[in-house]
């Protein structure tokens, strides 16, 4: 196993470390470790899940490719439409 030396930490960081480690019963030095860990760990973890949600977004582009919609505008203007029919019995543009 590898040793790992950290110099020229503040006197602020290196008490909150020692309070944390206490918080968590574990030592200074142990509890550096699992900050260290969990901090490479998540970050790895957050990339793969970032990758897994990019690659199911661009399968579900692929899938969808040339299928077309209507735009947001045009279901809207047609909406109104309706409305003003049910409304008025004749078209807003009248």
Do not use: C, P, W, Y
């Not at 509890?31 to 998540?42: G, S």
């Not at 793969?48 to 899938?63: K, S, T």
């Amino acid at each position: 196993m590898a040793t790992l030396t950290v110099r020229n930490l503040g006197d602020d960081l290196v008490r909150r470390l020692r309070i944390r480690a206490a918080e968590h019963g574990r030592s200074a030095e142990a509890e550096h470790r699992e900050i260290l860990r969990i901090a490479l760990i998540e970050t790895d973890i957050g990339q793969a899940d970032r990758q897994r949600v990019a690659d199911r977004l661009a399968e579900f582009r692929r899938r969808i490719a040339g299928r077309g919609s209507e735009a947001a505008s045009d279901l809207l203007h047609d909406s109104r439409e309706e409305r003003m029919t049910a409304l008025n019995g004749r078209h807003e543009s009248d």
